[in-house]
C-alpha cells in the first residue's frame, strides 16, 4: 500500500512538472506527456480496484 501511495505521488509530480512545463514553453510535447501520465495513472487504478475487488469475491468462496 506504501508502494502505491509512492507511486500516485510520483504520478502527480510528474503531471504538475509536465503541465508547469508546457505553460512556461508552449511545447505540446509537454501537454502529451502530462496526458499519458494520467492515462496511464487511470488504468492502473482500475486495474488496483479491480485486484481488491477479485481478492474481495475470491476470499469468500
Known amino acids: 500500500m ?3 501511495r509512492v507511486l ?3 504520478l ?3 503531471i504538475g ?4 512545463l508546457w505553460m512556461l514553453t508552449g511545447s505540446a ?3 502529451r506527456r502530462a496526458w499519458n501520465l494520467f492515462r496511464i ?3 492502473s487504478a482500475f ?3 479491480l485486484l481488491f475487488a477479485l481478492e474481495r469475491i ?3 468462496v
Open 58 to 60: 475470491l476470499s469468500s
Open 2 to 4: 506504501v508502494l502505491a
Open 41 to 43: 495513472g487511470l488504468v
Open 17 to 20: 512538472v509536465s503541465l508547469v
Open 29 to 31: 510535447q509537454h501537454k
Open 47 to 49: 486495474v488496483i480496484l
Open 8 to 10: 500516485v505521488l510520483l
Open 12 to 14: 502527480c509530480l510528474g
